[in-house]
């Protein structure tokens, strides 16, 4: 008998062999069935060695084993079939020892040691137990013993077909909803789209087929040749993938993570090019994974209707002479429409979108659809009947209802030639969650969302405007092209407005449709930086963008489209904060286009009129007005204009109330623009903001906004707005004192040092991002702005504070912006002299904060 060292190092052998046949293209079915069979001849020679080839045991391979099927690392799935339930000590001890030695060969091993009896009891109990021993095969042993179970498990009382069914539908769908088909590191063998869902296909249909393979379910007219075809086409791409995360993560891992996706995108063959090689392999899966979501929909709901008789009659209402609902779902009644004229193809969407019963196309029509979609020779927008018919669906009330079914099923992308190129386009970072199209047909879902009046409370300025825009067609069209040409190379906003100016002009559009559609395609993303990095209580930066906006509708159409991109970025993106800022920006912009040419408002008088407001409350709570005059005669008039007269009371009497030689830190209760004011107020010292940047990292906080000031008299005045990880404000009690009495106590420090920070984490580590200083021009007199782009790592904050320091480089304000594993943070600055600063002295803090932060990349 072979030692279990000599048959792991076989198995290593084996593993390197097949790898060396993976780089050389070999077919992937072959490699894993060869590493299948390979494994069947170990085992029923090592079932011999150890005497266990007698008349009461059969050794059974179920589950993926049972289908032939292994991936370096895959588990062995075994069962050991026994004629009586008590085993003789002597054949115990034996396959105890035969398990070990397996083990010991670095197999992972699933075993159980049932009777025919209890396999059947738990399969009947089981629908996991019951779809693995479907597959069951023998490996070795007593074949009687198989013979029975595999009759067994064939008769009707032992799952029947449409229970079987029911109980995998169920479970597809409670697998479908812990994931996203898009997930940025997806499980290729759970997620929507993965190995399990062509695995359920042929699960419900083999089980009620009796049939062994794939192939056999094309004999029952079940499967066209074309389709089977489709499906084996994307197992095998999945399982190329599977091999490769395999033997790149050295382990069972059906995880996509990011840092294997570069290793995996190599040994697939892909290279660098316009477009990352990681890239273009994660473009090809999930196209992928969207054909075999396509292709598990149709087929299980055919399966349903032609071979189960349980099912209850559909409610048949005519629609037209061509097309009729059944049920929610609609059904074309000529089986060559499609073909025949192509913008029926078109006809069937709009049919949806004009009959709110309808949620879904009944497979048959699918599988027409389907077929008349891959006859086509040009796109359909070339057809002027199929143009048409387009319009009338985005002018259409539900129009976006049907777009949404139109991306579901390719057909906006036959309609669109552009939309094809950003199927499944991925963008190698932590901010773009899902793929281009799917993040497209995303934002189209937030945009129907602001019409409902369940969304008003979440968005409540959007469902206003949505409702007030002229024409709500041009911003479905401005959020179909918003992101169109990414992929191309070169600005895609740019490249996508001419897209739109062309699409527009082939469609019959007015020249002013067609130009708002285009400028929204070229500054979709100018509101987001204006309100996330500029500082929008300066008047400057809100007439700079007003300007841009030009007038009241551009700004409505701007803001619904703005809401909507970042709402459908990821699920983490959107928060109360930039709901505020967004908000804020729309009313303040406002305001500027509606005065028009009109004197601006006089700074002295705002500051009297913010003081007059915030007097009154503070003499209502019993201070006295000298007490304020002398504490206010001590700030700068910036203060004041940067804060709302709430605030300068709050600040004002816990300040007057405080005992001066100690800092001051005060958290409000009520949220601030979504999340919640920090407040420091001490004697001004080296280091202040990084210390503050450090405790609040330690403490996991995320800084949004820092407004940095110093009184006349050198006392800080720093507000900041701080928000938990999940993007909630801090509210806890506990949490609250636990922050102000961690900054209280570093904050009083004579000469606080930077510590340790957190360790980057794991999904962070295969980005690098250079760090990127540049210079902008300022809209506020005697300051310099600068933007440093860089990883987002711990403690880069309290980072740049100590190197503003070093620098002798003033921090006026910060505007913190997190974009997945990128930092955008933007700073307006002074040099020591209170002016902006000069060539040298920029040149020396880019140069000192790319050295500081070089280490954390």
Request: glycine share 4%; aromatic share 8%.
């Amino acid at each position: 008998m072979n030692t279990a060292l000599a048959a792991k190092n076989a198995l290593i052998d084996l593993n390197q062999r097949l790898v060396e046949q993976y780089t050389a293209k070999h077919p992937i079915a072959d490699i894993v069935k060869h590493r299948s069979q390979f494994v069947d001849a170990l085992l029923t020679q090592t079932w011999q060695d150890f005497g266990l080839h007698n008349n009461h045991l059969a050794l059974v391979a179920v589950g993926g084993y049972g289908r032939g099927e292994l991936h370096p690392y895959s588990d062995i799935d075994l069962l050991f079939l026994v004629d009586d339930e008590q085993l003789s000590p002597e054949t115990e001890t034996k396959l105890g020892q035969f398990i070990t030695y397996l083990w010991d060969t670095g197999l992972e091993i699933g075993h159980s040691v049932r009777t025919i009896a209890q396999t059947i009891e738990q399969g009947k109990a089981d629908i996991t137990i019951a779809t693995n021993l479907i597959e069951a095969r023998l490996l070795t042993g007593n074949e009687y013993l198989f013979d029975v179970l595999y009759d067994a498990i064939r008769q009707q009382d032992f799952w029947p077909s449409y229970d079987f069914y029911n109980a995998k539908k169920d479970e597809q769908t409670a697998r479908h909803s812990k994931a996203s088909a898009f997930d940025l590191e997806p499980n290729i063998k759970t997620c929507p789209g993965g190995l399990r869902d062509i695995q359920t296909i042929a699960w419900v249909a083999m089980r009620h087929f009796d049939a062994a393979t794939l192939e056999e379910l094309v004999e029952h007219d079940f499967l066209s040749p074309a389709e089977l075809a489709e499906l084996i086409e994307c197992q095998n791409f999945l399982w190329e993938i599977r091999f490769a995360l395999h033997i790149t993560a050295n382990r069972n891992e059906n995880r996509l993570l990011f840092d294997l996706q570069r290793q995996i995108a190599s040994l697939l063959g892909y290279e660098d090019a316009t477009q990352l090689a990681v890239e273009q392999m994660m473009k090809r899966y999930y196209r992928t994974v969207r054909r075999v979501m396509e292709l598990n929909q149709m087929l299980l709901q055919l399966f349903k209707r032609a071979t189960l008789g349980h099912t209850q009659a559909l409610e048949i209402q005519p629609i037209s002479e061509a097309y009729q609902r059944r049920g929610r779902y609609i059904e074309v009644l000529d089986d060559d429409l499609f073909s025949r004229q192509n913008e029926e193809i078109l006809r069937l969407f709009l049919l949806v979108a004009k009959n709110s019963n309808i949620q879904e196309i009944y497979a048959p029509t699918l599988r027409l659809l389907r077929n008349a979609r891959r006859a086509l020779t040009s796109p359909l927008q070339e057809n002027p009947a199929c143009r048409k018919v387009f319009m009338e669906i985005l002018k259409h009330p539900r129009g976006i209802t049907a777009l949404s079914l139109m991306h579901q099923h390719g057909i906006l992308s036959s309609y669109l030639p552009a939309w094809r190129k950003i199927e499944g386009q991925m963008q190698f970072d932590l901010f773009h969650a899902y793929t281009v199209d799917e993040h497209t047909h995303r934002l189209l879902l937030n945009i129907d969302r602001f019409s409902q009046a369940e969304q008003k409370d979440e968005f409540p300025l959007g469902a206003i405007l949505i409702n007030q825009l002229p024409k709500k067609g041009l911003l479905v069209l401005g959020a179909i092209f918003h992101d169109i040409a990414k992929g191309r190379g070169g600005d895609h906003s740019k490249l996508g407005s001419k897209d739109a100016i062309d699409f527009c002009k082939l469609h019959g559009m007015n020249d002013h449709d067609g130009r708002l559609v285009a400028w929204l395609v070229e500054n979709h993303l100018v509101m987001s930086i204006t309100a996330q990095r500029r500082d929008i209580s300066d008047p400057e930066v809100i007439a700079l963008f007003a300007e841009k906006v030009r007038d009241a509708a551009h700004l409505s159409y701007l803001y619904c489209l703005t809401v909507a991109d970042i709402c459908a970025t990821n699920e983490k993106t959107w928060n109360n904060w930039k709901g505020s800022l967004l908000r804020d920006l729309y009313f303040s912009t406002q305001r500027v286009l509606a005065r028009g040419k009109e004197k601006p408002i006089d700074a002295k008088a705002r500051v009297k009129e913010i003081q007059a407001k915030a007097k009154k409350e503070l003499i209502r709570r019993g201070l006295k007005e000298k007490d304020m005059d002398e504490l206010w005669s001590r700030f700068k008039s910036d203060y004041f204009l940067r804060h709302q007269p709430t605030q300068v009371a709050w600040h004002a009497e816990a300040i007057l109330k405080h005992h001066h030689d100690e800092p001051l830190v005060l958290m409000s209760k009520h949220t601030t623009r979504g999340g919640t004011e920090l407040f420091v107020y001490s004697k001004d010292k080296p280091k202040l903001f990084a210390t503050v940047m450090t405790v609040l990292d330690n403490k996991n906080i995320n800084v949004h906004d820092a407004n940095i000031m110093t009184s006349k008299d050198n006392y800080a005045l720093d507000t900041f707005v701080i928000l938990e990880q999940d993007g909630e404000p801090i509210i806890q009690l506990s949490r609250i004192q636990s922050i102000r009495k961690a900054l209280e106590k570093a904050l009083a420090s004579e000469n606080p040092k930077l510590p340790k920070f957190r360790k980057l984490a794991r999904i962070m580590k295969p980005f690098n991002v250079a760090t990127h200083v540049s210079f902008l021009p300022s809209a506020r007199h005697g300051t310099s702005m600068m933007e440093l782009i860089t990883l987002d790592t711990p403690g880069l904050l309290a980072k740049v504070g100590d190197t503003l320091y070093r620098c002798n480089v003033t921090l006026l304000a910060a505007k913190i912006t997190t974009i997945g594993e990128r930092a955008e943070d933007f700073f307006i600055l002074q040099n020591q002299s209170g002016t902006a600063l000069d060539e040298p002295q920029q040149q020396q803090l880019s140069d000192a904060l790319t050295l500081a932060l070089k280490s954390s990349n």
